[in-house]
């Protein structure tokens, strides 16, 4: 197919940062917003405050107010001294920890297959070659897809069992049948997803072009660490932040936010000393909720990065990146691009700065397959 020349009228703006594109200011945010979160805990909460509140007002003879009144600055002083911000604060340290740590120790075989891409193969061997390197590199994806299937329930949906698995084409029947179901939800020997991993090291043993490549003990190596990567990921599932721990957060966090519907009313002006501001609605309670339980529900949705929430990991898009990038390095899909000199060629202090020569807006598209290089 011939190559289009195509104008690219895209501006980047500041806005865009690591790829995502915002149009809006941060606050104004709904997907993965704290208003998200929390519009519907904190409605329930505010019409509980102001049942209490008109209660206490309009429903109760004044000698029972007094002494509602005299429990309200009583649950004000004594909710004053609970340690909630150092005990959310080192929690909520901890979860997003964890979070961003099992997020790298997710593997990419981007550096497997680029040693595979690198081993110099016999003339006349080009298609086993080939055939070796694809097969390798899909063994990786197929350990990959069975080992955090096991803790993403975005997976285990979309292949609850290894027939669908099988479709995709990741793994033959016959390899399947050697594999077994992967239904077992045992933590320790009720999985065989480090098995691709072994038919790799075996293959990449048994191959004469690998083995006696100068690489040869990089890509071992490299497998080792890429099912090194994968076991970290399972121990962040098997060893969970310890029960105790989150349940007295959340204690702690609901505890004071229900004596605070009774320590936060405002009481009626009677005697010099008495709070002289009446307000119906709890303003400063109002921050303080969004605040505190919006810390709270940040950890409840990074707890689990391998779940359905917005915040969670993307391993379905993550898994089909693999897979393209990976086959597309081991492939024998295109020649290197032509050997010529740059134009920094002959510079003796050559700098990074715009070249007016040089038509930065036209860019190459090429159709292969189903890919679009640009």
């Given at each position: 197919?011939?190559?289009?020349?195509?104008?690219?009228?895209?501006?980047?703006?500041?806005?865009?940062?690591?790829?995502?594109?915002?149009?809006?200011?941060?606050?104004?945010?709904?997907?993965?917003?704290?208003?998200?979160?929390?519009?519907?805990?904190?409605?329930?909460?505010?019409?509980?405050?102001?049942?209490?509140?008109?209660?206490?007002?309009?429903?109760?003879?004044?000698?029972?107010?007094?002494?509602?009144?005299?429990?309200?600055?009583?649950?004000?002083?004594?909710?004053?001294?609970?340690?909630?911000?150092?005990?959310?604060?080192?929690?909520?340290?901890?979860?997003?920890?964890?979070?961003?740590?099992?997020?790298?120790?997710?593997?990419?075989?981007?550096?497997?297959?680029?040693?595979?891409?690198?081993?110099?193969?016999?003339?006349?061997?080009?298609?086993?070659?080939?055939?070796?390197?694809?097969?390798?590199?899909?063994?990786?994806?197929?350990?990959?897809?069975?080992?955090?299937?096991?803790?993403?329930?975005?997976?285990?949906?979309?292949?609850?069992?290894?027939?669908?698995?099988?479709?995709?084409?990741?793994?033959?029947?016959?390899?399947?049948?050697?594999?077994?179901?992967?239904?077992?939800?045992?933590?320790?020997?009720?999985?065989?997803?480090?098995?691709?991993?072994?038919?790799?090291?075996?293959?990449?043993?048994?191959?004469?072009?690998?083995?006696?490549?100068?690489?040869?003990?990089?890509?071992?190596m490299n497998i080792a660490g890429?099912?090194?990567?994968?076991?970290?990921?399972?121990?962040y599932g098997h060893v969970p932040?310890?029960?105790?721990?989150?349940?007295?957060?959340?204690?702690?966090v609901y505890f004071y936010f229900?004596?605070?519907?009774?320590?936060?009313?405002?009481?009626?002006?009677?005697?010099?000393?008495?709070?002289?501001?009446?307000?119906?609605?709890?303003?400063?309670?109002?921050?303080?909720?969004?605040?505190?339980?919006?810390?709270?529900?940040?950890?409840?949705?990074?707890?689990?990065?391998?779940?359905?929430?917005?915040?969670?990991?993307?391993?379905?898009?993550?898994?089909?990146?693999?897979?393209?990038?990976?086959?597309?390095?081991?492939?024998?899909?295109?020649?290197?691009?032509?050997?010529?000199?740059?134009?920094?060629?002959?510079?003796?202090?050559?700098?990074?700065?715009?070249?007016?020569?040089?038509?930065?807006?036209?860019?190459?598209?090429?159709?292969?397959?189903?890919?679009?290089?640009?």
């Open positions: 197919m011939k190559p289009t020349i195509i104008k690219s009228k895209r501006k980047v703006t500041p806005e865009q940062i690591l790829g995502e594109t915002r149009t809006a200011l941060i606050l104004n945010r709904w997907s993965s917003s704290i208003w998200k979160l929390l519009w519907k805990d904190l409605l329930v909460y505010t019409i509980l405050y102001l049942i209490i509140g008109l209660v206490y007002r309009f429903a109760l003879p004044e000698e029972y107010q007094i002494h509602l009144e005299s429990f309200i600055k009583y649950c004000h002083t004594q909710n004053a001294g609970l340690p909630l911000t150092f005990l959310l604060g080192f929690y909520v340290s901890l979860v997003v920890s964890r979070w961003w740590s099992q997020y790298c120790s997710l593997p990419w075989p981007d550096t497997i297959a680029t040693f595979l891409r690198a081993v110099k193969m016999k003339e006349g061997g080009e298609e086993e070659a080939r055939i070796t390197r694809r097969t390798i590199v899909r063994y990786c994806l197929l350990a990959y897809l069975l080992c955090v299937r096991r803790l993403s329930i975005k997976l285990r949906k979309k292949f609850p069992t290894m027939r669908e698995v099988i479709q995709t084409g990741l793994v033959t029947e016959a390899e399947a049948e050697r594999i077994g179901e992967e239904d077992s939800v045992r933590q320790h020997g009720g999985s065989n997803w480090w098995m691709p991993l072994l038919w790799s090291t075996e293959i990449a043993e048994n191959d004469v072009n690998i083995s006696s490549a100068p690489v040869y003990g990089f890509i071992q890429y099912r090194q990567k994968l076991t970290d990921v399972l121990t932040i310890p029960l105790v721990y989150s349940q007295v957060v959340h204690l702690a229900g004596v605070s519907l009774i320590s936060e009313q405002w009481i009626i002006w009677r005697k010099p000393g008495d709070e002289e501001v009446d307000l119906y609605y709890p303003i400063f309670m109002t921050v303080r909720f969004l605040f505190i339980f919006g810390w709270l529900r940040v950890a409840e949705t990074l707890y689990n990065p391998f779940g359905e929430d917005d915040e969670d990991f993307e391993l379905n898009e993550l898994l089909n990146r693999h897979f393209k990038v990976a086959m597309t390095i081991v492939d024998e899909h295109e020649d290197p691009p032509e050997l010529k000199k740059d134009i920094f060629w002959n510079q003796v202090d050559p700098e990074l700065i715009e070249h007016p020569e040089l038509d930065v807006e036209e860019v190459l598209v090429d159709y292969k397959e189903d890919f679009i290089f640009h």
